[in-house]
């Protein structure tokens, strides 16, 4: 089996031996948190597990220390979250959420490379393509066999610390919320409206068709080209509010051949967090 690194396709996924595969329902809903959890025991993805945004992929006991609103989860509670769902090396995840402009998937996708498991895609579409497509709909919960997990992130891949955006070059700063929230016209959940100064704007739902899958890698690499200018993929650090739809960013840029880009995990709410931080409009 060749295994996915970016994304996969609902037949791709489909065809996929059950053993073969740990599939992850990430849905979320910001404005009702239990609303994922109930919409995955209504109906998910056969064989599939369930991620909570606030309790598998992020540490929300760390707000105060001014890393954003979705703060990641320490090396060894993630390990443990993956060790309860029975993951294993080389065995190809699978992670999906709602569909066009959902939150959560890209975030675990980007968490497991942090990790250094590569074999690990987004479902194209998400649940809505794989409902489309007729596929089949379980309500059961299946239980998973516990491994033991033990991953270290590599810290390369990552800016945590807020001083590490003012480094010699400079990152170019990619900002995935929408442009309203950028240029500081309205902002519904942080503390301040706008963007860290010298960010550019890609909101995360333009690397999305009207049908809500990703758009062509060939597409992607040319709409890049025009917010990178002349940087390189290395040398770019993706933010959004909390650290989650930025990794959609990452992701595109990953499925278009644009490797090496990074997340500022923090993002907007972590920056925002020390009012003395200069703040761009406009």
């Known amino acids: 089996m060749t295994l996915k690194t970016t994304l996969i ?58 890393l954003g609103r979705h ?12 060790g309860r769902w029975g993951w294993a090396p080389n065995l190809q995840v699978v992670c999906y959420d709602t569909g066009p402009g959902a939150l959560a998937a890209a975030r675990l996708w980007w968490l497991l490379r942090l990790a ?20 089949p709909v ?19 891949q990552v800016v ?26 309205v902002e519904p959940l942080d ?10 704007n890609r909101p995360y739902v333009d690397n999305l068709l009207a049908d809500g899958h990703f758009k062509p890698p060939a597409q992607l690499r040319e709409e890049f080209a025009v917010v990178l200018d002349d940087a390189t993929p290395d040398r770019v650090v993706h933010m959004c509010g909390s650290g989650v739809t930025a990794c959609y960013n990452l992701l595109a840029m990953e499925h278009a051949g644009l490797h090496g880009s990074r997340l500022y ?15 761009a409009k406009g």
Do not use: K, N
């Not at 329902?25 to 369930?50: K, M, N, T, W």
């Not at 919960?141 to 590599?154: E, F, G, H, N, W």
């Not at 945590?160 to 016209?185: F, K, M, S, W």
């Open 9 to 66: 396709d609902v037949a791709a996924l489909a065809a996929l031996p059950t053993g073969e595969v740990l599939v992850v329902d990430c849905r979320v809903d910001l404005a009702d948190r239990a609303q994922g959890e109930r919409s995955y025991l209504a109906g998910h993805i056969p064989g599939a597990v369930f991620a909570d945004l606030e309790r598998d992929l992020s540490d929300m006991s760390r707000v105060p220390e001014g």
């Open 71 to 82: 703060p990641l989860p320490s090396a060894a509670a993630f390990s443990a979250v993956l």
């Open 116 to 135: 250094g498991a590569h074999a690990v895609a987004v479902l194209d579409g998400g649940f809505a393509a794989w409902q489309e497509d007729g596929q």
């Open 138 to 156: 379980e309500t059961a919960v299946r239980p998973r066999v516990p491994t033991r997990v033990t991953l270290a992130y590599d810290a390369r």
């Open 160 to 185: 945590v610390d807020h001083a590490a955006l003012h480094a010699v070059p400079p990152p170019l700063l990619i900002d995935a919320r929408a442009a309203v929230r950028y240029r500081g016209e």
């Open 191 to 200: 503390r301040a409206a706008g963007h860290v100064p010298g960010a550019r």
């Open 265 to 279: 995990a923090p993002s907007w709410s972590g920056w925002v967090s020390d009012p003395s931080r200069p703040v």
